[in-house]
């Protein structure tokens, strides 16, 4: 109930949407309802040539103002007049029926595309707003799931697919009223078999339920499935892993085929069982009536209009099923949604949180500590380290040290566990994201491009930047004159992550980037180490233009790349071991000699 009364507050902002539609379903229903009544004038007095009577056995409500309609009615001549007033009354109520049914599934259509949008949206801002920690545990392919096809279960629920059942259901009230008007008996056996029609629409229900929630699950899996090997696809060639991963993705696509057929064993059998109790109910009402008729305590027109809105009354039955089920499907799949959205991100601004200046003296790691979860061991100890402006620090260790871990913490992509770090003397953690991150800029070994022109890559988090900046960047990247060489220059699509381009370009467009965001801390993560010769040559000037005059910490696994360094640190298991210049740290023993050694085989 909690996620459905949540769902429901998503219908806020279309509630005039939602009155027309509802208006539009009580006229459709209204004039269904007199369309058929309609039948008792045609059969009684058209056919049959009958004087129109409400007979004492039918119990409408506001009878005095019924016997001057049917007064009325009599003495109207039989043919043509009574004929034509008729057909043009029922092609009348057709006709705006049409109209209301026509606005009633489009409102519903609009709400619930409009609904759906809200929550993608919703949730595609709420991602954005999750710390590195979260996305570390989470697959992509799940969180792509959770958008995409759960987001499409509650557009089942809501939209004019679904409304047109929700119409079937409401007009099950009206054919009931019809005929309890005409016998009243008959409540007390529609009481009797309409719940246990109803009561197995519940249980299998919630069956379907579970069962939707496991389908939603195997769907997440085949994502993350297709995600991966999609986007490394030339690993699975290289390795020869095609019929490996075919086999693995045939276990969760026949894993899902399995849920999916057993939830619409469960949602098929309502439609049978419904209409089979229905029918056994109309076909015992029907024979009752028709004793009435034989009686005649009932005309044949009213007996006409009774079996016509009790036999009316076995397609909303049935398709209370189809409501339940696309329900179920709804709140299983708005349970996911919901989960994601209640996730708060580990990585909280402070309300009081300053707008910290651009740096301009020093950057303090006062004992740093640092583990992933709480069950592993640090992987960062007591790291005590103080830059000073237009540094160039180098940090070089073993695989597995803590290098990339040590920078992450730079612009709060994780907190530290123990000690603080200091921007100017200022907490990074009391400082907006914003202004912290605003002054950062990142070049990694995995150059992340979109798949946009060069110009909107380059101007990325910039957009605002005057082309001419743009070029500027562009030049000082090394990157004009291959950006013009392409057919239509800065306004080149480069396909996603860059795929269009070779990786020198792709890295000289990311420093390029980093250059026109004029950065004052600068994070280099072995920018230089996918590259061939020519490449690296071209970059490595780039990057030498944009560290100038900037505070930078280079993390390099080839020593031969920071040895212009002011200064190398050298990290082991979390912990700085040496501290010094190239040279100072090559004259003495210890892990940096032993690495250099290791790389250059002296």
């Not at 005095?64 to 009574?82: E, G």
């Not at 057993?262 to 028709?290: D, H, R």
């Not at 007996?303 to 299983?332: E, H, R, T, Y």
């Not at 080149?492 to 020198?504: A, D, Q, R, V, W």
Request: aromatic share 8%; proline share 3%.
């Amino acid at each position: 109930m909690t996620t459905y009364l949540r769902l429901l507050s998503y219908l806020k902002p279309y509630k005039w949407k939602i009155i027309i539609a509802v208006l539009s379903m009580m006229v459709f229903t209204v004039l269904q309802s007199v369309s058929i009544m309609s039948l008792i004038p045609a059969v009684d007095i058209v056919f049959n040539g009958k004087t129109l009577a409400i007979p004492s056995t039918v119990r409408f409500p506001a009878r005095a103002q019924l016997d001057r309609l049917v007064a009325c009615l009599n003495s109207i001549r039989r043919y043509p007049n009574m004929l034509n007033i008729i057909i043009i009354f029922v092609l009348a109520c057709s006709f705006i029926k049409g109209i209301a049914e026509y606005l009633h599934e489009v409102m519903l259509e609009y709400v619930g595309q409009g609904v759906c949008k809200d929550l993608r949206n919703q949730l595609y801002r709420h991602l954005q707003t999750l710390s590195m920690d979260y996305f570390d545990r989470k697959r992509t392919g799940e969180l792509v799931s959770r958008i995409n096809y759960d987001v499409s279960f509650v557009l089942e629920a809501l939209s004019g697919r679904f409304a047109k059942t929700l119409m079937d259901c409401i007009q099950l009230p009206a054919y009931a009223a019809i005929a309890l008007c005409i016998e009243w008996k008959l409540a007390l056996i529609t009481m009797f078999i309409f719940p246990v029609i109803l009561a197995p629409i519940g249980i299998v229900g919630k069956k379907v339920r579970r069962l939707t929630k496991r389908a939603q699950e195997k769907v997440a899996d085949i994502s993350s499935i297709l995600f991966e090997t999609i986007s490394g696809i030339q690993v699975v060639k290289a390795f020869c892993m095609e019929r490996y991963e075919g086999r693995r993705f045939k276990l969760e696509n026949r894993a899902l085929f399995r849920v999916m057929v057993a939830a619409a064993k469960k949602s098929a059998i309502l439609s049978p069982l419904t209409e089979w109790g229905a029918m056994i109910a109309v076909s015992f009402l029907a024979y009752y009536g028709a004793r009435l008729v034989i009686k005649e305590e009932l005309t044949t027109g009213y007996f006409v209009v009774f079996i016509a809105a009790m036999a009316s009354m076995v397609k909303p039955i049935k398709q209370i099923g189809k409501l339940n089920i696309g329900f179920q499907k709804a709140m299983s799949a708005a349970d996911r949604i919901f989960h994601l959205l209640d996730t708060r991100s580990t990585m909280i601004e402070r309300p009081d949180a300053i707008e910290i200046p651009r740096m301009g003296r020093e950057i303090v790691f006062d004992r740093v500590g640092f583990e992933y979860n709480a069950d592993d061991a640090g992987v960062l100890r007591n790291v005590d380290l103080r830059v000073r402006v237009g540094e160039i620090i180098a940090i070089v260790g073993p695989s597995g040290s803590g290098k990339t871990s040590l920078v992450s913490l730079i612009p709060r992509f994780y907190d530290p566990t123990g000690g603080r770090i200091l921007i100017d003397g200022v907490d990074i953690r009391d400082a907006t994201l914003r202004s912290l991150r605003g002054q950062l800029g990142i070049v990694t070994q995995e150059t992340i491009l979109f798949n946009d022109n060069i110009r909107n890559n380059i101007s990325y988090g910039q957009q605002d930047a005057p082309f001419d900046k743009i070029v500027e960047a562009a030049k000082m990247a090394n990157a004009h004159d291959f950006i013009t060489g392409l057919q239509n220059g800065y306004d080149t699509m480069i396909g996603e992550k860059g795929e269009m381009l070779s990786g020198g370009e792709r890295q000289r467009l990311a420093i390029a980037r980093a250059i026109l965001k004029n950065p004052a801390i600068l994070i280099l993560d072995e920018a230089t180490s996918a590259l061939d010769t020519e490449s690296e040559r071209l970059v490595q000037d780039a990057i030498d233009k944009l560290m100038r005059g900037r505070t930078v910490f280079v993390i390099a696994h080839r020593l031969s790349t920071v040895t212009h360094a002011d200064r190398i640190i050298v990290l082991d298991d979390g912990r700085i071991v040496q501290a010094g210049r190239h040279e100072d740290l090559l004259a003495r023993d210890g892990l940096y000699k032993k690495l250099y050694e290791m790389q250059f085989q002296v």
